[in-house]
């Protein structure tokens, strides 16, 4: 039993004044311990015989007094220490899976790869472009002969890859198909090379619902343009690119074509205006229809006309035409002078 006036811990023949602090007593309990783990580490790393189990820690019997010490196993701080498993042992961590070594070339589709590589395109485009492949593979085929059309055209084939992806991920990408029979038809007629037919046929594939009319469109204005190849390939880009919903109709273009016999130039500038001013077609083919019909030579004042109603500026009002009566015939005057 301990004598009367000591506290807990004290050792005999200790004054109250000697007793060190619970922190000093801390320290110092830390410090022992450490030296007798890494003694009690030595000792069970060297393979002494015993009843237990091979490769275990000899128990620490430091760290046992500790624990039996109620100053010591109410601090939480010193309990976490101790471990709180059987005799104070410490419970070793679990060990971490070695980080998983990635192979550039396994995880890249050979053919995305070399498409990749002829085109010089960036790695993480290409792949980007692996990932939205895998996605797509029933049209792998059909999407890797189509991006090499398109890329081999392209002043940046990376740019223009991008762009492509972004619309493979949201479902707007065709890939090479055979062209639509209509399509063939505008092909031959109008002599439009391998990438317009191509450009049409993205076209009607995926507006399906306005094909007859966007088509039939693009005939009324193929018929008036002197680079039919580039104008075809335009006016698609305008509606697959959503610039416009539908193309102009041209009917009433072409009544006055042939009611003033406007040549070749002066139909093409037509047809252009009505392009340029679609929103306001109506009101600007009666401008061209009150010009025309003051002037004596219709194609000419058409093609004068043509750059300010293009870029939407207002015309005056033309001088009234003289109209002469016409030339009274020979016999005509003979039989008026007898009649008097």
Known sequence: AGMAGMMPGMMRGMMPAMMPSP??????????????????????????????QEGAAAPNPMMAMMAGNPMFGAN???????????????????PQPPPKRESENDEVDPDVRELGDYFNIEDRWIRRLNATMRKRMDTKEQDLAKLYEVLERARSPTGLLTIKIGEMECGQFVGKIKPDKDVERLARRFKLDDHVTSRLTELVVRRKATKEEDLGRIEQHLRYCKRPSAMATLLAGKLLEGEVDELPDLEEAEELM???????DARSKLREIVEKRASEKTEVLAIVRKQLDASANASSMLCKIARPLIDGERLPDPPERNRRPPPAAAGDGEARERGR
């Open 23 to 52: 922190i000093m007593m801390i320290g110092m309990m830390m410090c022992q311990m450490a030296m007798m783990m890494k003694a009690s580490q030595a000792a069970g790393g060297s393979g002494g015989s015993g009843g237990g």
């Open 76 to 94: 939480p701080m010193m309990a976490g220490m101790m471990g709180g498993g059987p005799a104070g042992r410490a419970v070793p961590a679990a």
């Open 258 to 264: 042939h009611k003033y016999k406007l040549d070749e």
